[in-house]
């Protein structure tokens, strides 16, 4: 995975993404199906060579770069405390998970079987759903400590929902390894802010003249 500003600012708005995609879920119970297959599709994407392969290209993570660029900015006036609360943990479980092989393969077995039954079922299939947050549950659960979901209990006591948010935050983490791949680190993001954003501004840019 090249070290890049580039590469970094798609995995981190990755991370935003998803985390948004939680918060829609756990508050509203639904959230962009486009949005959702995206992160989902980026779990199956086992050979893709480029960050561009993994996502499908920025146009697929705008949302996140939006955020991101909304987050990460000083003195920004749209800055939620529960989306950097879900990528700041992503962060942090990616590092613990990254200490644990065995664990590693048991996720990537969990992963594998999902992609297989999602070419029956679709991507974005009820089983497929509860296969990733099954296999969150099995993995990542168990690391310690669980990532705190805000929401509306209506929402998040439906297994649907509930199986939907551990797949995103699944997605998150796998993007959180993505960013360490591309040379992103706690410094990084402090010393480097102003060039990821830069691209992350750029890359919105470049999405919008495309469409």
Same mark, same amino acid.
């Given at each position: ?58 146009? @697929?993570?705008?949302?996140?770069? $939006?955020? *991101?660029?909304? &987050? ?7 800055? #939620? +405390? ?6 700041? @943990?992503?962060?942090?479980?990616? $590092?613990? *998970?990254?200490? &644990? ?7 990537? #077995? +969990? ?73 992103g680190s706690r410094w990084k993001l402090i010393f480097g802010r102003n060039a990821m954003l830069a691209e ?12």
């Amino acid at each position: 995975m090249e070290a890049s500003h580039r590469n970094r600012a798609l995995a981190l708005a990755a991370m935003f993404q998803s985390a948004g995609l939680v918060k829609d879920v756990a508050w509203r119970g639904q959230c962009d199906a486009a949005q959702l297959e995206t992160m989902i599709r980026s779990l199956f994407a086992f050979e893709a060579g480029t960050l561009d392969e993994v996502y499908g290209g920025a146009v @697929n993570l705008r949302r996140g770069l $939006r955020t *991101l660029v909304e &987050q990460v900015q000083a003195n920004s006036p749209q800055v #939620d +405390g529960e989306i950097s609360r879900y990528v700041i @943990n992503m962060l942090y479980l990616e $590092r613990k *998970l990254m200490k &644990q092989p065995d664990m590693i393969r048991t996720l990537r #077995d +969990g992963i594998e079987v999902a992609a297989h039954q999602s070419e029956s079922f679709g991507i974005l299939h009820e089983n497929i759903m509860s296969r990733l947050g099954q296999t969150y549950q099995n993995t990542i659960s168990e690391l310690g400590p669980r990532i705190i979901v805000q929401g509306e209990q209506n929402h998040l006591g439906n297994p649907h929902n509930a199986a939907r948010i551990r797949a995103l935050l699944l997605a998150g983490i796998r993007a959180a390894v993505l960013w360490r791949q591309a040379g992103g680190s706690r410094w990084k993001l402090i010393f480097g802010r102003n060039a990821m954003l830069a691209e992350a501004r750029f890359m919105l840019e470049e999405t919008a003249e495309a469409s």
